[in-house]
C-alpha cells in the first residue's frame, strides 16, 4: 500500500502509463496524487483524461490553470476551435466528453492529509495563509466551478476587466476581484513581492529572477513547518532548490525533459525521460 505523488502531466499519456508501471501501481491498494494540469500541450490529453476517470477512487488531484483552460474553452463556445486550443480538439470530439468535464469541475484546488500531513495545490501556498484560509479560500472557488454558471465565472479569469453577472454568482465585485486573484495563486503563482503581491510574468529559475521577486516558497509561511507542501507548475525549477518539507514535481515533461513521481512513504523519487510534445 503505497502513495504516490506525480507531477503535471500535460497529456504525456505514455509517459504516464510507463511511469506506474514502473512502480507496479495498484490502484486497489495504492493511491495516485497528481498536482493538476492533466491536460494541454501534449498530445494526449483525451487518454490521460480516460486513464485518471477510470482510476477516480484510487487518484486525488487538484486542478491546475490548464485544466481551468479546458474547462472554459468547453463551456465557451467562442474559445473551443481557436487554435490556442486546438490540443482540446479530440476531447472536444469525444462521446465521453461531457462525462469527464463534469467530473473535471468537480476536482479541488486543494488536498490535504493530515496524518501523512501532506497538502498539495497546483501552484503552491502563498506565504499568508493559514491552512484555515487556504481551506476557505479553496472552497470558495469549487462552489463556483460546482456551479451551472461556471462558464461565466471561467471567462474572468485571463481577463483584465470583469464581465460577469455577479448576481448569478452571488458574489460581490470585490469579492469576484479577490476569488479570481486566489485562483492565480492556486494556479499561476511562482514570484511574490516582499509584501505577499503576486508577479505572473516571470517565469525563469530564481537565480535569474530580478530584484526584489522571490520564490513563493523562499518567504516565511503561516502553515506549520511540520506540513509538506507538495506542488507542480513551475516547470523550469525541474524539482531542484526548493526547502526541506517543499516538494516540486512538475519536471518539464512535455517539454522533453522528465516526469516525476515521488513515493511518498520512503521519499523515494522516480524520474522518466520524455520526448518533446510526443509522449
Known amino acids: 500500500m503505497s502513495t504516490y505523488l506525480i507531477g503535471d502531466i500535460h497529456g504525456c499519456y505514455t509517459s504516464l502509463k510507463k511511469i506506474l508501471n514502473t512502480v507496479k501501481f495498484n490502484p486497489k491498494i495504492d493511491t495516485l496524487w497528481i498536482t493538476g494540469d492533466l491536460v494541454a500541450k501534449g498530445p494526449h490529453s483525451l487518454e490521460v483524461l480516460n486513464l485518471i476517470y477510470k482510476l477516480k477512487n484510487s487518484v486525488r488531484i487538484v486542478l491546475g490553470n490548464h485544466d481551468l483552460n479546458l474547462l472554459r474553452s468547453y463551456a465557451n463556445f467562442n474559445y473551443?476551435?481557436?487554435?490556442?486550443?486546438?490540443?482540446?480538439?479530440?476531447?472536444?470530439?469525444?462521446?465521453?466528453?461531457?462525462?469527464?468535464?463534469?467530473?473535471?469541475?468537480?476536482?479541488?484546488m486543494l488536498q490535504i492529509d493530515e496524518s501523512k500531513k501532506i497538502i498539495m495545490t497546483h501552484?503552491?501556498?502563498?506565504?499568508?495563509?493559514?491552512?484555515?484560509?487556504?481551506?476557505?479560500?479553496?472552497k470558495e472557488i469549487e462552489k463556483i466551478l460546482q456551479s451551472k454558471h461556471y462558464a461565466m465565472f471561467l471567462q474572468n479569469i485571463q481577463s483584465t476587466k470583469i464581465t460577469t453577472t455577479h448576481s448569478l454568482l452571488n458574489v460581490q465585485d470585490k469579492n469576484l476581484t479577490r476569488i479570481i486573484h486566489n485562483i492565480n495563486i492556486f494556479t499561476k503563482m511562482r514570484y511574490l513581492y516582499p509584501d505577499g503581491q503576486l508577479d505572473l510574468k516571470f517565469k525563469d529559475i530564481p537565480e535569474k529572477s530580478p530584484y526584489p521577486l522571490q520564490p513563493w516558497?523562499?518567504?516565511?509561511r503561516l502553515i506549520p513547518s511540520c506540513y509538506n507542501i507538495i506542488f507542480g507548475h513551475w516547470s523550469t525549477l525541474e524539482g531542484k532548490g526548493t526547502p526541506d518539507n517543499i516538494y516540486g514535481l512538475d519536471s518539464g515533461c512535455y517539454r522533453g525533459k522528465q516526469l516525476t513521481l515521488l513515493q511518498w512513504e520512503n521519499k523515494n523519487f522516480i524520474r522518466?525521460?520524455?520526448?518533446?510534445r510526443a509522449l
Not at 490556442?84 to 469527464?100: E, G, P, V, W
Not at 503552491?124 to 479553496?138: F, S, V
Not at 522518466?272 to 518533446?276: L, N
Request: aromatic residues 12%; charged residues 15%.
Open 123 to 138: 501552484a503552491g501556498i502563498t506565504p499568508t495563509w493559514t491552512i484555515c484560509a487556504a481551506k476557505k479560500n479553496a
Open 80 to 108: 473551443r476551435y481557436k487554435k490556442k486550443y486546438a490540443c482540446h480538439t479530440n476531447i472536444f470530439q469525444s462521446s465521453h466528453a461531457d462525462k469527464l468535464i463534469n467530473w473535471l469541475r468537480y476536482q479541488p
Open 272 to 276: 522518466i525521460s520524455c520526448t518533446p
Open 217 to 220: 516558497f523562499n518567504l516565511p
